[in-house]
Every structure is written in structure tokens, then in C-alpha cells.
């Protein structure tokens, strides 16, 4: 029995590896278990997105849900691959002043329960001009980020600009994300996004390897990848936004 975690930052591509994983190696598939903005059903491993702005930290967890949810999985006998980006974890009203290490802290203690595998993207640029489009979207909708293609939908040219607040805000997480490898990374696989997608069974076999399971590869696994858009056509100040990555 696996309880995996996919530790990640927001729009890695996490979507698209961990369902290879949830397919691939036969799997539940249990969504971003932990988020603010996902309800969890306690019926098997069913959650549903909640329409909230999630540019604002309005409608934070509380600790007791957050404990709750852990201890459901606990408890949850099936196999399954969820995913999880650590600065949620104390993401609640009651801890919401907490500091930088008392929240690593709480991150680390937590994600001790299950059999963690990292996601890394190269690609910062892109990674954060999809960051910045997903909060411009329409909540309800969300069709700048939906999976399925014949929803997904570009946002008009120049229709974008892109703020060094939400830059730093981003950076912020990816850092949180980096220092909590440091911290609790104990040569478990780490999947690269570019990797992944030029050659995911590559990427899968890090996860054979380190944790002694046997993958199925077939074809049906893997979900077509939808491009990134020309950001430079969508964002106002895309020179200043690569400026700002170095």
C-alpha cells in the first residue's frame, strides 16, 4: 500500500504528471487534497473545486479541517497519489500569522505520512505568466486554465499586466516549496516537467527505482499536454517580466 504525494508548486503541470502516476501505476487518484480552494466529500477520495477568488485569502481552512483530512487519509486503505503544495498546510485562520519555520515545521510534520515525490519545473517564466492568467479567469468558469481543451481558452492580446507584487508573491511559494525539499528531501524521485513531458516513462522510473513499484505503460496513460500561448502577445510588460526572473 502507497500513500503518495506529489509536493509541487501552483501551475507545474502537476495535473498532468500525477495522473500519469495514478494511471500508470494503478492507483487512486485523490486531486489536491489540502487546498483551500477544493472540497473534500470523505467518500472515497472525491473532492470538488470551490469558487472562491484565489488571489485573496478569504475562506482559509481550519486547523481541525486540515487534521481531519489528514487522518481520513491515515485511515484510507487503497493506494493512492494526491498532491500537496506545503505552504497550504498551515494555510488556516488560527495559523495564519505563523512564522516561516514554525509553517515548515508543521509542513514537514505532516507530510511525514506519506511517500512524497517532488515536481520541479525549469521553466519559470512560463510557470508564472500561467500563475498570473489563472487569477484573471472567470472563478466559475475557469476557462484559462481547464484541462480539457475545447474549454481552455486564451486571454486577449495585451489584455494582461503582470505586477512585481504577485511576482514576489509567486517566488514566495516556489521558495517555501525549495527550502522544504532542503529540509525533509531524502533522495525520494524528483520528476522535471521538461523531462516529463518529452519522455514521461523516463520520469516514471525514478519512481520504480526508489520505491519498488512496477509500472503499466500504455499509451491511454498519458493525457495530451495543452501548449502554452504565446505569453509575449498576452502580457503588456512581458520584457519586464523576464527581467524580473534574470
Known amino acids: 500500500m502507497f500513500k503518495f504525494c506529489l509536493i509541487c508548486t501552483p501551475r507545474s503541470g502537476s495535473f498532468y504528471v500525477q495522473r500519469y502516476i495514478h494511471k500508470t501505476f494503478d492507483i487512486e487518484f485523490g486531486s489536491e487534497w489540502f487546498g483551500r480552494v477544493k472540497e473534500i466529500h470523505y467518500d472515497k477520495l472525491k473532492s ?23 487522518v481520513y487519509l491515515k485511515n484510507y486503505s487503497p493506494s493512492f497519489i494526491i498532491k500537496c503544495m506545503p505552504f497550504q498546510l498551515s494555510n488556516t485562520i488560527e495559523r ?4 516561516w519555520d ?6 514537514s510534520k505532516i507530510m511525514r505520512n506519506f511517500s512524497l515525490i517532488y515536481l520541479e519545473n525549469r521553466d519559470i517564466l512560463s510557470q508564472f505568466c500561467f500563475d498570473v492568467i489563472s487569477k ?17 481558452q486564451i486571454p486577449l492580446e495585451n489584455s494582461i499586466t503582470a505586477t512585481e507584487e504577485h511576482f514576489e508573491h509567486f517566488m514566495y511559494r ?22 516529463f513531458v518529452l519522455d514521461p516513462i523516463k520520469e516514471m522510473y525514478k519512481i520504480e527505482e526508489y520505491y519498488g513499484i512496477r509500472g503499466m505503460y500504455y499509451d ?13 502577445k498576452i502580457f503588456t510588460n512581458y520584457d519586464e517580466i523576464k527581467s524580473w526572473i534574470g
Not at 184 to 191: D, L, S, V
Open 96 to 99: 495564519n500569522n505563523i512564522s
Open 102 to 107: 514554525g509553517s515548515q515545521e508543521i509542513s
Open 48 to 70: 470538488s473545486p470551490v469558487d472562491i477568488d484565489h488571489s485573496v485569502n478569504e475562506n482559509l481552512l481550519t486547523n481541525d479541517e486540515i487534521t481531519k483530512r489528514l
Open 220 to 232: 491511454k496513460n498519458k493525457k495530451d499536454i495543452i501548449p502554452h500561448p504565446d505569453y509575449s
Open 174 to 195: 516556489q521558495k517555501y516549496v525549495e527550502v522544504f525539499k532542503e529540509r525533509n528531501h531524502k533522495g525520494e524521485p524528483t520528476i522535471i516537467w521538461e523531462d
Open 136 to 152: 484573471k479567469q472567470d472563478y466559475i468558469k475557469r476557462n484559462f486554465t481547464s484541462y480539457n481543451p475545447d474549454l481552455r
